[in-house]
């Protein structure tokens, strides 16, 4: 099995990034191949109201949303690890996802191309009380039921603001572990 995990924090090795690590660890465990990738890396400019008529279209932006859709539609599962900032995901997330609408491949929209693939999600929040982690979830979840994905779980570590702090819950660090060897 083939895994995509884009991280959406712009600090490596933080709390988000751990958590999708000991997820890519089970996995591996399991014999699936995985490729992380870092959106701070990249620049992706936000969603246009354009949408191209061709069988093959490309955004004219000639940024690289397109070259890290194709990682989704190449994978049999898309990791989306987020911190959550302001009661959502992050802006480097939600610029990515929000591009996701505009792409086409051989006349089908990714939805199409994305069809009994899996999602998972990670998320790390500062926030101790993850009362309203089940609204952050929501277009998440609604993303995956509309691209005709499979929702495959998540992982949620609150109460983890400071880098590196989620090392100090071993158990949430298993948890992780054992959601990628159940891929």
Same mark, same amino acid.
């Given at each position: 099995?083939?895994?995509?995990?884009?991280?959406?924090?712009?600090?490596?090795?933080?709390?988000?990034?751990?958590?999708?690590?000991?997820?890519?660890?089970?996995?591996?465990?399991?014999?699936?191949?995985?490729?992380? *990738?870092?959106?701070?890396?990249?620049?992706?400019?936000?969603? %246009?109201?354009?949408?191209?008529?061709?069988?093959?279209?490309?955004?004219?932006?000639?940024?690289?949303?397109?070259?890290? *859709?194709?990682?989704?539609?190449?994978? %049999?599962?898309?990791?989306?690890?987020?911190?959550?900032?302001?009661?959502? *995901?992050?802006?480097?997330?939600? +610029?990515? *996802?929000?591009?996701?609408?505009?792409?086409?491949?051989?006349?089908?929209?990714?939805?199409?191309?994305?069809?009994?693939?899996?999602?998972?999600?990670? +998320?790390?929040?500062?926030?101790?009380?993850?009362?309203?982690? %089940?609204?952050?979830?929501?277009?998440?979840?609604?993303?995956?039921?509309?691209?005709?994905?499979?929702?495959?779980?998540?992982?949620?570590?609150?109460?983890?603001?400071?880098?590196?702090?989620?090392?100090?819950?071993?158990?949430?660090?298993?948890?992780?572990?054992?959601?990628?060897?159940?891929?």
């Amino acid at each position: 099995m083939k895994i995509v995990a884009f991280i959406g924090s712009p600090r490596k090795g933080g709390n988000t990034d751990r958590l999708v690590d000991e997820i890519l660890a089970g996995a591996a465990e399991a014999g699936h191949q995985a490729e992380k *990738i870092y959106l701070a890396d990249y620049a992706l400019t936000p969603i %246009d109201a354009v949408y191209g008529g061709e069988l093959d279209w490309t955004d004219p932006r000639q940024d690289v949303a397109d070259e890290l *859709i194709d990682k989704i539609v190449a994978a %049999d599962v898309a990791i989306l690890g987020s911190p959550v900032y302001w009661f959502s *995901i992050s802006g480097l997330m939600k +610029l990515f *996802i929000d591009r996701w609408s505009l792409y086409q491949r051989g006349g089908q929209r990714l939805r199409d191309l994305t069809a009994g693939k899996k999602m998972l999600v990670a +998320l790390a929040m500062a926030d101790p009380n993850a009362g309203y982690v %089940d609204a952050v979830l929501a277009p998440l979840r609604y993303g995956a039921k509309w691209l005709k994905m499979e929702w495959a779980g998540q992982i949620i570590a609150d109460g983890v603001g400071d880098p590196g702090e989620v090392e100090n819950h071993p158990e949430l660090l298993a948890e992780a572990r054992k959601l990628g060897q159940s891929l």
